[in-house]
């Protein structure tokens, strides 16, 4: 199993392009997350789905908006890219008795918007 | 979801062993509390959880004291490779979602 993958793994954008980030996961999990970490913080938790075709808001969800067609994938998307997204971007995926606590992430997307 | 408090950071030495203790002081009875770590340039990775006393896996040990207001992730006999970000969470089982607070740094020196 490859477990959760994402692509790109690098990107660079100029302000006010748009982007699709796709995570995807092969362990039929049913939640799917997406948070960002900025450079010595915690991670911020950006939108959440509980099954396919669900999605909600987390804790900085401005700016961003998700998709979730298929189980096995979660696409984030940013419409007009601003500086203030540049970040590392990671996906999470789980499943099971406590699924928002045993979460399995993928390497993440380093983003930098100019 | 209960908020936790844990050290900004630590050093420590190879061989030792690294108690890095979190506390949660308005955990509730659903709650269970567990830990996180993050290595430099990857995505964080789930290493232990528990609701009480002491649970104990092939890479640490969760230290659970009866009243629950803290908890105690015990690395055993660390090495360079375990410098890293561990996280300590406190949360209902049915939450749909979690907060990452900052983390506690881990240096390990030689």
């Known amino acids: 199993n490859a477990g959760v993958t994402q692509t790109p793994k690098f990107r660079v954008l100029k302000t006010g392009q748009s982007m699709t980030l796709l995570c995807a996961q092969d362990?039929?999990?049913?939640?799917m997350y997406w948070y960002r970490q900025d450079p010595g913080m915690g991670l911020r938790l950006i939108h959440y789905?509980?099954?396919?075709?669900?999605?909600a808001k987390g804790e900085v969800p401005d700016g961003y908006n998700v998709s979730r067609l298929k189980k096995q994938n979660f696409l984030l998307g940013l419409e007009s890219a601003a500086p203030s997204q540049t970040s590392v971007y990671f996906c999470?995926?789980?499943?099971?008795?406590?699924?928002?606590?045993?979460?399995?992430f993928g390497p993440g997307t380093r983003l930098t918007v100019t | 979801l209960a908020k936790t408090t844990q050290p900004i950071s630590m050093d420590s030495y190879e061989g030792q062993e690294v108690n890095i203790t979190c506390s949660h002081n308005?955990?509730?009875?659903?709650?269970?509390i567990t830990w996180y770590q993050q290595f430099p340039s990857q995505g964080p990775r789930f290493i232990i959880q528990?609701?009480?006393t002491k649970v104990t896996n092939e890479v640490a040990s969760l230290f659970i004291p009866a009243d629950r207001k803290s908890s105690t992730l015990s690395l055993p006999r660390v090495s360079l490779s375990d410098t890293a970000v561990y996280y300590c969470l406190v949360g209902d089982r049915r939450d749909d979602k979690i907060i990452f607070g900052k983390g506690t740094r881990l240096h390990i020196l030689p």
């Open positions: 999470a995926s789980s499943y099971g008795e406590t699924p928002a606590y045993e979460q399995y």
């Open positions: 528990g609701y009480k």
């Open positions: 789905s509980v099954g396919e075709g669900t999605t």
């Open positions: 362990m039929n999990h049913e939640y």
């Open positions: 308005n955990i509730a009875t659903n709650d269970y």
